[in-house]
């Protein structure tokens, strides 16, 4: 019995820190300046990372 109040209050206690605004950034679909390439119609959010001078310019 007592393992299932600990859990209640864990859970509960979880649930009030975590509530609130949680909103995320937007997607290729809602802002078209995010980069992003399109492939069979699919659109895609991409990102390059690493050193550009070693870029093959195929981009």
Do not use: K, R, Y
Not at 2 to 19: I, P, S
Not at 25 to 44: C, M, N, Q, R
Request: cysteine-free; charged content about 10%.
């Amino acid at each position: 019995m007592a393992m299932v109040t600990v859990g209640g209050v864990l859970f509960a206690t979880m649930f009030v820190w975590t509530n609130g605004d949680s909103s995320v950034p937007g997607t290729v679909v809602e802002d078209s300046s995010i980069l992003h390439v399109t492939i069979d119609a699919l659109t895609f959010h991409v990102e390059s990372v690493g050193d550009a001078s070693l870029s093959t310019g195929s981009e």
